[in-house]
């Protein structure tokens, strides 16, 4: 991360495989999202899972902009505020209690016989890209990553479009990963289908996100 100080000095190149390179070992790792990118996909197609990873990127590039576009105050006081802090965590609660819930019905359907998931209609491809997008843009952690990206760059030293190329491959880094996992999933659908996968994955999504929300409860407020 030092070499991001230099960057004012760095050839496009460089510049565009740092942003890439740290796009993508943002979004590899194990999280609620990549687990909704599989259930998704796994259920609808390539584009259902794709299409929240693009939701997702989305909402990155819009705190990457304001942020670098000097806001970066603006973007501080978000971060300390009480009002995100209670926006995020009730996001979080909401959908881990509504995770939680799909599975301990997918276990009683699975007790049943039913070896095939259900496969929900309202879980389009725009309610997916919408869904990444509201976990981005109403994440303190998005705001925190683009902050220290921010904080880790000479801007006395580098141009905008250094700044635009950055931005951009980093976005283009996370999009990368999600195309990867997408694509992954297709050839796994016939299992992936199960009712006993899709439990266990609702359940564990519903308990990573209801453990996020406590453990930034008791960050906050004690």
Known sequence: ????????????????????????????????????????????????????CLGGVTGDAVWAIVIFAGTAALASVLLNSGILTLVSLSLLLLLAVHYLRQSLQDFIR????????????????????????????????????????????????????????????IVLGAAAWGLVLSSAVYPLRPYLQKTSWHAIAKGLTGAFLGWIAVGRMLSEFT
């Not at 030092?2 to 890439?20: D, Q, R």
């Not at 070896?115 to 389009?124: I, Y």
């Open 1 to 52: 991360m030092e070499s991001l100080a230099s960057l004012g000095s760095a050839s496009p190149f460089s510049v565009a495989l740092i942003g890439f390179l740290l796009g993508w070992s943002v979004a590899w790792p194990p999280g609620p999202v990549n687990m909704e990118i599989v259930r998704r996909g796994s259920l609808h197609g390539f584009w259902a899972g794709f299409s929240l």
């Open 110 to 169: 699975w007790r049943r016989g039913e070896a095939t998931v259900q496969v929900p209609r309202l879980e389009s491809n725009r309610n997916g890209f919408l869904l990444g997008a509201i976990l981005t843009i109403t994440s303190p952690w998005s705001i925190a990553f683009w902050l220290g990206v921010s904080g880790l760059i000479d801007h006395q030293g580098i141009t905008a479009s250094s700044i635009t190329l950055l931005i951009i491959t």
